[in-house]
């Protein structure tokens, strides 16, 4: 039979997919389980997202929308990051997508041939390796330990721009580690990259609202405004707003790159549907009180995870202050049986967890560090004390 494209023996399937679908089946199975595995916010959008979408829906014109994204979206979303302090941005410099994820693939295709090297750092998200492999692009990691608090150095920087590389990925808040870089060291970044004029910079910031203990969101733009002409700044609805399956991205970027991934979408989306607009303007532009409210509820949460985690002998957590996940080292576990069975990694310590006492949790190899996992703690909070108990619990049984 014919042979499928090259490329798709480089892609694979979401590792925290994988295992959010085992925990799923396990629970209709009648395992009592808690899962702490997929990066999903647990909340809905307030009453006026729905209002705005029954809107759309009654008035709906059964017409193709733009490809850069509705006028009256593309303008809630500059509003949105002028209140950020992204300002001076225009129309011109924004596009939308199905998610963030969408973007960064169509950021992929108009910045990278293939060769072409990317850098970002580790601990990553799971599709920035995914995503690189796939269009075939050359990947420099630049690995982050928990010694250094999962933060990139700026000598660290240093010697990766110095390769040249077409594009620097960089996350913030970050997503598996729940860190967020304060203003000074954002500074010192920066510093690096006004050196290397031949290197795009994405900034996958899409966490930026969630950030706790008053260290506030701080862009590289924010602090070198010169570097506005090749940092792009990604965004989404997902996680500040609760809508993750509502499925809208954007971009704030120099024009020429906002062009392409709109010529993109042209080709891929062709555009966002009336009502998934309409709600994302509803969003943006109306109350705030929702997302407001869940950040405080999220770092009380993040609270409750730290501590428990902190109490376990030889497991290190660097304190997160952002997002909805803490990422603790737990290789002081490998070596150790729990009844009988060994733990030799991070993979097999989440398998036996999981079997053991039905918590989900992802491999932190999953996210380019195999000595840790990532707790996602974004459910209730009755569920999350009970997985939290289990882990500890699980910890002290070993031997």
């Not at 960089?170 to 598996?176: A, E, I």
């Not at 010192?188 to 706790?212: G, K, Q």
């Not at 993040?302 to 737990?330: E, K, M, T």
Request: hydrophobic share 45%; aromatic share 10%.
């Amino acid at each position: 039979m014919p042979q499928l494209a090259t490329r798709m023996g480089r892609a694979k399937p979401s590792a925290i997919m994988v295992i959010a679908e085992k925990a799923k089946r396990l629970k209709a199975e009648g395992r009592d389980i808690v899962s702490f595995s997929i990066g999903v916010p647990n909340f809905l959008p307030g009453e006026h997202v729905y209002a705005a979408a029954r809107e759309a829906l009654a008035k709906d014109s059964g017409q193709y929308g733009s490809n850069r994204g509705a006028d009256a979206l593309v303008n809630a979303f500059l509003a949105h990051i002028e209140a950020l302090g992204l300002t001076g941005y225009t129309a011109e410099n924004v596009s939308t997508g199905v998610g963030a994820k969408q973007i960064l693939y169509n950021l992929a295709e108009a910045l990278l041939d293939e060769g072409d090297e990317i850098a970002f750092p580790a601990p990553y998200w799971t599709s920035y390796l995914d995503i690189a492999e796939i269009v075939g692009a050359k990947i420099n990691i630049l690995p982050c330990p928990p010694e250094q608090h999962y933060k990139l150095t700026p000598a660290q920087l240093e010697d990766a721009l110095k390769r040249k590389p077409r594009v620097f990925l960089f996350n913030n808040p970050s997503n598996p580690t729940g860190m967020v870089y304060t203003r000074e060291e954002i500074a010192a970044l920066a510093d690096v990259i006004v050196n290397y004029p031949d290197t795009w910079v994405i900034t996958d910031d899409i966490y930026n609202t969630m950030v706790f203990d008053g260290v506030g969101y701080h862009n590289f733009v924010h602090v070198r405004p010169e570097l506005k002409d090749r940092v792009i700044f990604v965004d989404s609805l997902s996680k500040t707003y609760g809508m993750p399956g509502w499925r809208v991205g954007f971009i704030a970027a120099p024009a020429v790159v906002a062009k392409a991934v709109t010529t993109l979408n042209s080709n891929h989306i062709t555009s966002l549907p009336e009502v998934v607009t309409a709600a994302a303007v509803a969003a943006l532009a109306g109350p705030q009180d929702v997302p407001a409210q869940k950040c405080v509820e999220f770092a009380a949460k993040r609270d409750r995870v730290y501590n428990a985690l902190v109490s376990i002998p030889g497991v290190v957590c660097p304190r997160p202050q952002g997002a909805f996940y803490a990422f603790p080292d737990i290789s002081v576990a490998f070596g150790k049986q729990h009844n009988g069975v060994a733990i030799t990694d991070d993979v097999s310590f989440c398998a036996v967890l999981l079997e053991a006492k039905g918590v989900a949790c992802v491999p932190g190899s999953a996210f380019g560090e195999p000595r840790a996992l990532r707790i996602s703690y974004s459910c209730p909070d009755e569920a999350l004390d009970k997985g939290m108990a289990r882990i500890v619990e699980f910890f002290a049984e070993l031997k």
